[in-house]
Antibody, heavy 115, light 112 residues
Framework: QVQLVQSGAEVKEPGASVKVSCKASGFTFTDYTLHWVRQAPGQRLEWMGW????????KYSQIFQGRVTLTRDTSASTAYMELSSLRYEDTAVYYC????????WGQGTLVTVSS | DVVMTQSPLSLPVSLGQPASISCRSS???????????LNWFQQRPGQSPRRLIY???NRDSGVPDRFSGSGSGTDFTLKISRVEAEDVGVYYC?????????FGQGTKVEIK
C-alpha cells in the first residue's frame, strides 16, 4: 500500500536549518508530485511547495520563497524539505503529501524552534 | 491568493444527527479544463489529515458513504448524514485550482 514515512522530530535554534525526509513506498516514486504542508500550533494547514519527483522541478509558496528547498533522491524514493533561517514561528508539524490531490500523507514531523 | 472560508468553525453534533460544513472561496474554483479542484480532509486528534472527498463530490476508497460533498463555483459543502463517534476531528477544505494551493481554517466537529 501507499506509504510516506517521515523522519523524526527535530529541535533547532533560531537561525539554523532543518531537513526533513519523506520516504515513499507502494508506488512508483518518480511518477508523482510531492507536496509539503505545515501546521503551526492552532493554525490552519499551510501549503509550502511542490516537487515533481520525476523531473525534480519545484514550485514554492511566496511565503517561503528563498528559505525552503525541496529535493529528492530517486534511488532511495525519498523526498526532502529543507527550511533555513529558522524562526520561532516556524515551530510546526511538517507533512509531505502525494500528488496534486493530496491523496496520501506522511505521519508528520514536529520541528521545534527554541533557544 | 484564493481565500477559503469555512463555517462554522466549531460544530457540536449529537450522535446519529446530520452535520454540514460550508466552504466558500474568494474566486471560482473551476479550472481551465472544466474541472473543480476542491478537496475535503478529515484530521482526527493526533493524526495526519486524510482525504475524504476529491474534486467536489468524489468519495475516496474506504470513506463511509455517510460523507458526501457538493457544490460548484465558489460554494461547497461537506455533509455527514449521521455523525458517529469516530467522526470527531477537524475538517478542512483545500482548493487546488489556483496557485498557491490554499486550505480553509478548519471546522472542529465534536459530539454534543
Amino acid at each position: 500500500q501507499v506509504q510516506l514515512v517521515q523522519s523524526g522530530a527535530e529541535v533547532k535554534e533560531p537561525g539554523a536549518s532543518v531537513k526533513v525526509s519523506c520516504k515513499a513506498s507502494g508506488f512508483t516514486f518518480t511518477d508523482y508530485t510531492l507536496h509539503w504542508v505545515r501546521q503551526a500550533p492552532g493554525q490552519r494547514l499551510e501549503w509550502m511547495g511542490w516537487m515533481n519527483a520525476g523531473t525534480g522541478n519545484t514550485k514554492y509558496s511566496q511565503i517561503f520563497q528563498g528559505r525552503v528547498t525541496l529535493t529528492r533522491d530517486t534511488s532511495a524514493s525519498t523526498a526532502y524539505m529543507e527550511l533555513s533561517s529558522l524562526r520561532y514561528e516556524d515551530t510546526a508539524v511538517y507533512y509531505c503529501a502525494r500528488d496534486s490531490g493530496f491523496d496520501s500523507w506522511g505521519q508528520g514531523t514536529l520541528v521545534t524552534v527554541s533557544s | 491568493d484564493v481565500v477559503m472560508t469555512q463555517s462554522p468553525l466549531s460544530l457540536p453534533v449529537s450522535l446519529g444527527q446530520p452535520a454540514s460544513i460550508s466552504c466558500r472561496s474568494s474566486q471560482s474554483l473551476v479550472y481551465s479544463d472544466g474541472k473543480t479542484y476542491l478537496n475535503w480532509f478529515q484530521q482526527r486528534p493526533g493524526q495526519s489529515p486524510r482525504r475524504l472527498i476529491y474534486k467536489v463530490s468524489n468519495r475516496d476508497s474506504g470513506v463511509p458513504d455517510r460523507f458526501s460533498g457538493s457544490g460548484s463555483g465558489t460554494d461547497f459543502t461537506l455533509k455527514i448524514s449521521r455523525v458517529e463517534a469516530e467522526d470527531v476531528g477537524v475538517y478542512y477544505c483545500l482548493q487546488g485550482t489556483h496557485w498557491p494551493w490554499t486550505f480553509g481554517q478548519g471546522t472542529k466537529v465534536e459530539i454534543k
